[in-house]
């Protein structure tokens, strides 16, 4: 029997290619935040990174997981390895499979991949502090959150983001796309209950996730150059260290980290990697595109971007909201796009037999909430 491989790894594979055909290597990697659960019987417990690093490395993972902000929460950070970013949607599939079961050999009952870990801590901030919590302790419920950084490599190693206004172009890319596209990286209803978290249950001191599109380097969808989200200066690299191994001389090269990221996406077991590495290329190659011709800085809007993402994948008739599910499913630049680069010869081996690639993925991405909706009808009309 012939192996037929998944239309979302030849979509990649496409994508790569093309990037590949305009002088680039596209750099993408992610970060996942999760929670656990101890079992209550355990009253004193130390999570072992360092064994689970290993069996993630053992397994040919990318990845580390490192401790988080609060308390049993941790972050799967992608490492540097040089993978292409088909490898990365690998990696972190498979890390979302395992890491359960590498929890659950440490004595963890549940592994929470899931957009709010409801009361998954206890705390108050003083008024004006960052990082001073009072005596007074309230529910927190912590946001996890997924993020993808992007940037490209050109010819000669360097990364362009720095580059002729191309990391500010890449960036306005993701701004117009991200509303419409929002079911791709918020794929289930408690995703949208994250957003709400700060407003509704009054944490907005506890909590720094982002709720909105919105550009600059501190918002969802960040373009870092010398300073971080926390306007920390970036690519510091150690260059002399004392008897105590402290940093006495350091450098600045900004210009080696600078990315992209966003921001907004929600940590769940429902996040497909491969929909969101094809999202991501196809922007990419948008900016690439313009990059080429040297147009990055004509086409630049000027001032701020906001924008509210929706409140939930439904559609509300009583609010006139539209879902996210009806977001996507009513634009084409997902689809259109993708039928447009799998018909170019340019874009390397053309996928045999394979013609409007795009509307096929894009209906990949819909069928499970066609499905549900289908579903709830048919159970309302058998109720009436």
């Given amino acids: 029997m012939k192996h037929t491989t998944p239309l979302t790894v030849q979509a990649i594979i496409l994508l790569q290619n093309h990037i590949k055909n305009l002088g680039f290597i596209p750099v993408i990697h992610f970060e996942l935040e999760g929670c656990y659960q101890l079992d209550v019987n355990i009253k004193k417990f130390s999570l072992n990174y360092q064994r689970i690093n290993h069996q993630l490395a ?34 972190l599939s498979q890390a979302l499979n395992v890491l359960p079961r590498l929890f659950a050999e440490q004595g963890i009952s549940k592994t929470l991949i899931k957009p709010v870990v409801w009361a998954g801590d206890k705390g108050k901030l003083a008024n004006g502090s960052g990082d001073i919590f009072t005596t007074e302790t309230r529910a927190v419920h912590i946001p996890n ?3 993808m950084n992007i940037s490209a490599i050109d010819s000669k190693g360097n990364n362009i983001i720095i580059e002729q206004g191309f990391g500010e172009y890449l960036q306005q890319c993701f701004l117009d796309t991200s509303l419409k596209c929002c079911l791709i990286y918020l794929p289930e209803e408690e995703a949208f209950e994250r957003l709400a978290l700060k407003s509704k249950y009054g944490l907005a001191a506890e909590l ?115 879902g ?58 058998t109720n009436k």
Avoid at 58 to 87: C, H, M, R, T
């Fill in 58 to 91: 053992s397994a040919g993972i990318d990845g580390e997981l490192v401790p988080e902000y609060w308390s049993n929460q941790w972050e799967y950070v992608s490492l540097f390895n040089g993978q292409s970013p088909l490898k990365e949607a690998e990696n």
């Fill in 145 to 147: 959150a997924v993020q």
């Fill in 208 to 322: 720094c996730s982002p709720i909105d599109i919105s550009g600059g380097h501190q918002g969802s969808i960040a373009l870092y150059k010398e300073v971080g989200k926390h306007n920390q200066a970036m690519g510091e690299e150690p260059l002399l260290y004392d008897h105590n191994n402290e940093v006495l001389v350091s450098q600045q090269n900004w210009q080696k980290t600078a990315r992209i990221e966003h921001r907004i996406g929600a940590s769940s077991r429902q996040y497909n990697a491969y929909f969101n590495i094809i999202y991501a290329l196809l922007n990419l190659i948008d900016a690439l595109e313009v990059y080429k011709v040297d147009r990055c800085r004509q086409l630049l809007r000027q001032g701020p971007h906001q924008q509210d993402l929706p409140f939930s994948l439904y559609d509300n008739n009583l609010t006139t909201g539209v």
């Fill in 324 to 381: 996210a599910i009806s977001l996507f499913e009513g634009d084409n630049w997902f689809s259109e796009r993708l039928n447009q680069l799998s018909s170019q010869p340019s874009s390397g081996e053309k996928i045999i037999g394979q013609s409007h690639l795009g509307d096929k993925i894009k209906q990949m991405i819909l069928a499970p909430y066609q499905q549900k909706i289908i579903l709830n009808h048919s159970l309302s009309l």
